[in-house]
């Protein structure tokens, strides 16, 4: 019901900036949360960035470095990544929690994944 394409995935060299942007769609009545998670080879997929309810929640790994921001009406969450270090190189995965109405007639939860979105960040 619920599909979620990031973008914005880019080379960029150490100390630049970058914006990775996620849209949902599909058949869903509220937004519960919305989140970007990251992998790099080898390693676990791990929290980035969680916005829900209009409260912020960062990793240490990237706390005053990258901001994530929500857009309502686009239904839309942002992640602003500044002053870019190589250990930030992964695969950024947009996550969300969504509510929608089935075809009971009843509200049902479900979690998404998105693709994601390759960040290289390498001289």
């Known amino acids: 019901q619920v599909q979620l394409v990031e973008s914005g995935g880019d080379l960029v060299q150490p100390g630049g900036a970058l914006g990775l942007s996620c849209a949902a769609s599909g058949s869903f009545i509220s937004i519960s949360f919305m989140a970007w998670y990251r992998q790099a080879p080898g390693k676990q997929r791990e929290l980035v960035a969680r916005i829900g309810r209009s409260e912020t929640q960062y990793s240490s790994s990237v706390k005053g470095r990258f901001t994530v921001s929500e857009d309502d009406f686009k239904n839309t969450v942002h992640l602003q990544m500044n002053d870019l270090r190589p250990e930030d190189t992964a695969t950024y995965y947009c996550?969300?929690?969504?509510?929608?109405?089935?075809?009971?007639?009843?509200?049902?939860?479900?979690?998404?994944w998105g693709r994601g979105t390759p960040v290289t960040v390498s001289s």
């Open positions: 996550n969300g929690g969504f509510y929608y109405i089935g075809k009971d007639g009843k509200q049902w939860y479900t979690e998404e």
